[in-house]
T-cell receptor, first 112, second 112 residues
Framework: DADVTQTPRNRITKTGKRIMLECSQT?????MYWYRQDPGLGLRLIYY???????NKGEISDGYSVSRQAQAKFSLSLESAIPNQTALYFC???????????FGPGTRLTVT | GQSLEQPSEVTAVEGAIVQINCTYQ??????LSWYQQHDGGAPTFLSY????GLEETGRFSSFLSRSDSYGYLLLQELQMKDSASYFC?????????????FGTGTQLKVEL
């Protein structure tokens, strides 16, 4: 089984809809991250969390919110989706003793 | 802030050696990481340099010069499966060094 899983893997939604992307991990890591990837722009950090009670904004948090329901689960919500949020979204985890981040398989989101 | 520059595309032939450069401008610096991403897949960690010099892991090596704010990834004995995007990323000293800022990526095409 994969260490970091994301659901759904693909999603098409309409402008104005609320959508939640979910991330689960079995690595036992405290630190979790949400990134967005657009062609030619690399990976940009949306939100990150270093433990269950810790939530921090990344460089592009506007229009997004997150919830850390448990050590293993970190959800990303788009309250009212807009077309420029069409992108590939990755969840990642890391331990507090390592610089390596482990990425999930990604969610391809299309907002029409 | 943090900014990183890398070439957008590099082409090389199978069996050759290729170097992917990364220059960075940061307000603080812990180290430079490299990640590989096959088309649409999850980024995977390749290497990390915190100190000046060369780190070698099999066919891949990574180099860092902190005084020049410069690093590179060296891929030897290129194989077709090395065709992928390669991202450099700096560890941001804010948030204890667990935040990563990624470059925009270099697409490597390996030809016969």
């Amino acid at each position: 089984d994969a260490d970091v899983t994301q659901t759904p893997r693909n999603r098409i939604t309409k402008t104005g809809k609320r959508i939640m992307l979910e991330c689960s991990q079995t690595k036992g890591h405290d630190r979790m991250y949400w990134y967005r990837q657009d062609p030619g722009l690399g990976l940009r950090l949306i939100y990150y969390s270093f433990d269950v009670k810790d939530i921090n904004k990344g460089e592009i948090s506007d229009g997004y919110s997150v919830s850390r329901q448990a050590q293993a689960k970190f959800s990303l919500s788009l309250e009212s989706a807009i077309p420029n949020q069409t992108a590939l979204y990755f969840c990642a985890t890391s331990s507090d003793t390592s610089y390596e981040q482990y990425f999930g398989p990604g969610t391809r989101l299309t907002v029409t | 802030g943090q900014s990183l520059e890398q070439p957008s595309e590099v082409t090389a032939v199978e069996g050759a050696i290729v170097q992917i450069n990364c220059t960075y401008q940061t307000s603080g610096f812990y180290g430079l990481s490299w990640y590989q991403q096959h088309d649409g897949g999850a980024p995977t960690f390749l290497s990390y340099n915190a100190l000046d010099g060369l780190e070698e892991t099999g066919r891949f090596s990574s180099f860092l010069s902190r005084s020049d704010s410069y690093g590179y990834l060296l891929l030897q004995e290129l194989q077709m499966k090395d065709s992928a995007s390669y991202f450099c990323a700096v560890r941001d000293p804010r948030a204890g060094g667990n935040k990563l800022t990624f470059g925009t990526g270099t697409q490597l095409k390996v030809e016969l």
